[in-house]
């Protein structure tokens, strides 16, 4: 069984800084892929950046990078230049891609993450 | 624009009476799949289907039924709603590669009194 745990619950975060939101994550998956998504006040979940368990460089993506540590499970976001519409709640989540079966995504609990101006 | 649509954005309705969300992509995926999302229990799936007339059920699919009978389309019914059924509620898909994201829709919140 696969397992995603965020242990910040909430984050603020002074306009224009970097903020990291940790993950972290179990499963006995040889092959994984590791996501992250943004769901703002509106309600929509917005992917945001990618990380497969064999690439061998960290995602990045604009503004998005994920720091990749796969000897300690751990994928976690970091968000540079924070911006205001930033402030939304963050989701850590994985899948199995060693077949094309159910690709059903597991979630973490998310991280509330609120930019101060 | 490549998307997700799900309507109706906000639904309420009483215990028992039939309802359908839709759900339609255009991005010619073959993998479609809905979740419903509570406080505190997260994002759970309900049901998914791998191509077209091809479903399976989710981690909690009571009370839910979908059709999968052309490829962009992915309806979720709700036979006989009851309150423990509202919810947020997304359809999502994807291209069925190693590396695909789920792509989800702006998401149905239903509130079943």
């Known amino acids: 069984a696969q397992k995603i745990t965020q242990t910040q619950p909430g984050m603020f975060v002074q306009e224009k800084e970097a903020v990291t939101l940790d993950c972290t994550y179990d499963t006995s998956d040889p092959s994984y892929g590791l996501f992250w998504y943004k769901q703002p006040s509106s309600g929509e979940m917005i992917f945001l950046i990618y990380q497969g368990s064999y690439d061998q460089q960290n995602a990045t993506e604009g503004r998005y990078s994920l720091n990749f540590q796969k000897a300690r499970k751990s994928a976690n976001l970091v968000i540079s230049a924070s911006q205001l519409g930033d402030s939304a709640m963050y989701f850590c989540a994985m899948r199995d891609i060693s077949n094309f079966g159910n690709e059903k995504l597991t979630f973490g609990t998310g991280t509330r993450l609120t930019i101060i101006p | 624009e490549a998307q997700v649509t799900q309507n109706p954005r906000y639904l309420i309705t009483v215990t028992g009476k039939k309802l359908t969300v839709t759900c339609s992509q255009n991005m010619n995926h073959e993998y479609m799949s809905w979740y419903r999302q509570d406080p505190g229990l997260g994002l759970r799936q309900i049901y998914y289907?791998?191509?077209?007339?091809?479903?399976d059920k989710g981690d909690v699919p009571e009370g839910y039924k979908v059709s999968r009978k052309e490829k962009r389309n992915f309806p979720l019914i709700l036979e006989s709603p009851s309150p423990n059924q509202t919810s947020l509620y997304f359809c999502?898909?994807?291209?069925?590669?190693?590396?695909?994201?789920?792509?989800f829709g702006n998401g149905t919140r239903l509130t079943v009194t």
């Open positions: 999502a898909s994807s291209l069925r590669r190693a590396y695909s994201p789920l792509h």
């Open positions: 289907s791998m191509n077209v007339e091809v479903t």
